[in-house]
DNA sequence: TTTAGGG
DNA sequence: CCCTAAA
């Protein structure tokens, strides 16, 4: 089968492009939001879009990703990963096997099976059974190649809990993917695709916490428009995703100090010089676009190679509404399976030629917790769904290896030494599957302050800002200003304001308070865009949209007042006056509200949605609304008799 | 950056 | 809520 896509990824890290700052006004706006956004992306979106197609095959909907033609394959691989001898090295590939079982995937290298353990793994997909099965039959080849992820840390780990269900996830990290093609530094049909793939967000269901924080953010950019110095390492994006309840934060690691980017000749080169640290499958790389998002920026993280289990997420005690321990975090590994059992699902045996051949049935997907209206359509659902496994799995994986429990990180003992080869040990021999730590975030240890590193990492490419989200964690600075003597002062923590004033990075409170939240991770969202299939979308889908918050009835009186008192063309003041502790609240927010509750008042009853608000205050409306409008009829006037004088 | 409006 | 032209 020939591969019409390939698509090289180093998820290792990406280039992050330097941007232009935005302003905090012009970010809470979205409008500079969307200008970087449109041009970056995450090649990470791209290996979730692969994942996706993989698990929800057959879901041909206009919304969700689509392959055209039968024949598209998709390739994720680290071809250039400079091989070490570390059976970690080489390029696995997961590819359907249509042999006897139709349902099965195949993860190796492409060799053939006789391939050693490190290089091949037969994984029957009886997990992703229901969405491959027409796939399957028809594309009996696509392959993916996952890359191993060497030069990660584990983040995560697969301890006990792991497989909690109802993990509740605050993933933020930016994957940090570098894509590029093997054979040359572009790979077209990544670049071409996905700015242009957009996906239908269902807005008010999806909800997608990213920040665009670009301070800080340097990276590469496209040879020919920037000629800045680029800080040491490609960085990690950050991708904050929410979920319900949820509240473990990952945090993107960034090892890599001693790298560096030189940019010669306009291209742009990553420079390694700690081989340790490095990087080494990123060659030639091309700035690829990519969506910028806030990071929260989290030192790295020392427990790389982690230890087990213990390295779970955080179940940050403050954040925990859950106070689920499942601590999952995104156990991908557990989370997004793992190995599960892998242990009593695998069977082994040694092959002749002293190859161990393992068989990995499947990998299961940890349980999701995902609300949704149920007005939702179910194709907004497979589509959340998709999601949110998509996003687990395009965070980057890295498969670890449990023996007896325990984990394996020696990577480079062979498995005769570890005693795996052996046939006593084969039940004991288990899989995780484990966020790979150069891309997914870190997770934040109770009590941590991701804030707090930023500041201490040596030359950080990004730095994060400390945001009101501190305060749900628990750290000090968090607490909200006091409120403005105002008559009516909106604080944040009022109603279901977020922590985050433009972020919507509403945890714990708001997430518990608001009514259907449905968290799904804004990558996956992104990343089916990124399919290299139509371009019907309009890239402004790719933007995420803020969190709908709608206004409640002591913010509509706070607004209301305000109004009373300041007319209608100074929403500036009224935000002031009355919202100033309300992040979240814009004075175009307020003026937009304003539209509306003229709107509302005219219409009849019957026809209003949402929470009603009180006739009274709607009365109030129409009433400043007409005494304003006179007002302002009347400086007119005013102003043009001036001017008619002055002539 | 704010306003003012259309989408 | 978003997006923007204007101011």
Known sequence: MVLQKRLDYGFNGYQVPATPRATRSARRRGSFRKKVEDNQMFAFDLLATVAGKLLLEGEKSPDSVNTSNGKEQCVIAEDHVKNEGHAEDKPLKIEPCDQGNSEKLVIGNGKNETESFASKVEVGSSGFREFNDRKLENETKRQIKVEPIKTGRAILNTGAGMFGSEDQVVWDGKPSVLVSSNSSAEVPACRDNIPCGSFPLCRGDVKVVSRDDDDNSSGCTQPSTSTKSFRPLPRIGDRRIRKLLASRYWKVTPKLKEDGFSNVDGEVKPIYRNKRNCYKRQRSQRNYPFKKRKLLYCSSVSN?????????????????????????????????????????????????????????????????????????????????????????????????????????????????????????????????????????????????????????????????????????QGTSDASPDPPVTNLCNFVESDHDSAPSPDTDMSIDKSVTDSKALVSVPAMSVEALAVVPVHRKSKRSEIVQRRIRRPFSVSEVEALVQAVEKLGTGRWRDVKLRAFDNAKHRTYVDLKDKWKTLVHTARISPQQRRGEPVPQELLDRVLTAHAYWSQQQAKQQLKHQSETCLLL
């Open 304 to 472: 790389s190679e982690g230890g087990n289990g213990n390295e779970r997420i955080s179940d940050s005690p403050q954040m925990g509404i859950n106070g689920d321990a499942s601590g999952s975090g995104l156990k991908l590994h557990g989370g997004i399976g793992t190995s599960a059992s892998v242990a009593g699902q695998h069977t082994s045996f040694q092959s002749r030629d002293s190859h161990v051949k393992l068989r990995i049935k499947s990998f299961r997907v940890p349980e999701l917790f995902i609300e949704i209206p149920e007005t939702a359509t179910v194709g907004s659902l497979k589509r959340t769904v998709m999601e949110a496994v998509t996003a687990i799995l395009g965070g980057g994986l890295r498969v670890g290896v449990l023996l007896r429990g325990k984990k394996v990180r020696d990577d480079s003992k062979t498995l005769q030494q570890t005693g795996i080869s052996q046939d006593d040990q084969m039940d004991a021999l288990g899989f995780t599957l484990e966020p790979n730590p150069s891309q997914a975030p870190q997770a934040l240890c109770p009590g941590d302050n991701p804030f707090l590193l930023p500041y201490d990492t040596p030359q950080p490419l990004i730095r994060y800002p400390p945001t009101p989200m501190v305060a749900h």
